[in-house]
């Protein structure tokens, strides 16, 4: 398995070196990782202006020298919030990643992980951030979408609340629609296990929402940002794919598939 969402010190919220990501990665029993540290352009954001994208690959090409012989090293960046912000997300894919992720972390130009946003209540958040994840869909250039149900997460960190799934099934399905149409993969996130939810974001029954809706396009990642971190619970993950009726994952060079990888 390749962890394909991990953050190093070219995030403002990691201290972490490549080399101790990956290394931790091997030591997992990992077969890759991808090093997908933040661009984000809200001038309130923590990593605004923060990814020297110059840095970034003289760093992975000396981690991928020293570490790279039977561990595939994948570059990877996750845009924050791009279709608000279309040039300046275009000027940092001119760089060669072989993985981007599409990612909605402000919502109406405020931060979707702090209290502010839930003032309202629950539900207007909720729906808030996923008819985000349909602009985005429709307006960015990505590969995987981020972990799709991230408000699920924020609401639980900051308020120890979530609204039921089940109550949400027709904005999240009209995101999964478009994210087959458009040939993008969704992202499995164990980050939300970290921070005591029992099942990653999302969980086995947006899962299943996605198979049935005929998802093929699936991959796990940790959302680290320590060494400890990478492939945290993805035994779970791994399960919650098998029981939703997924195979196999798809392994990302230079922005497309060229490889399947079993579950």
């Known amino acids: 398995m390749i962890d394909t ?105 405020q931060p979707g992980w702090e209290a502010p946003i839930f003032q309202g209540g629950l539900a207007p958040a909720y729906h808030l951030y996923f008819d985000e994840l349909l602009r985005l869909i429709e307006l960015a250039d990505f590969d995987v979408l ?12 900051l308020l120890g609340l979530t609204m039921p799934i089940e109550e949400l099934r027709e904005p999240v399905e009209a995101v999964l629609r478009r994210l087959i149409e458009t040939g993008r993969a969704m992202e499995i996130n164990t980050s939300a296990v970290r921070k005591g939810l029992v099942e990653p974001v999302p969980g086995l029954e947006i899962l299943r929402w996605y198979r049935d809706l005929g998802g093929e396009l699936l991959v796990i990642g940790s959302d680290g940002h320590n060494p400890h971190d990478v492939g945290h619970s993805f035994g779970l993950a791994r399960e919650l794919a098998r029981e939703a009726g997924f195979r196999y994952v798809p392994r990302y060079t230079q922005r497309k598939i060229v490889d399947w990888i079993a579950l």
């Open 146 to 157: 981020g972990h799709l149900d991230l408000v699920r997460r924020d609401s639980w960190d």
């Open 5 to 109: 969402h991990t953050h190093t010190h070219h995030s403002p919220d990691s201290a972490a070196p490549m080399a101790e990501m990956a290394a931790a990665a091997q030591d997992t029993g990992l077969t890759g990782i991808a090093f997908t540290d933040h661009a984000e352009w809200y001038r309130g954001d923590p990593a605004y202006g923060f990814l020297d994208a110059d840095a970034y690959f003289t760093e992975l090409a000396a981690t991928r020298e020293r570490l790279g012989e039977g561990l595939t090293i994948l570059a990877g960046v996750e845009l924050g919030n791009p279709q608000d912000f279309p040039e300046e997300a275009q000027a940092m894919l001119a760089h060669p990643y072989d993985l981007v992720i599409g990612s909605v972390h402000w919502l109406d130009a």
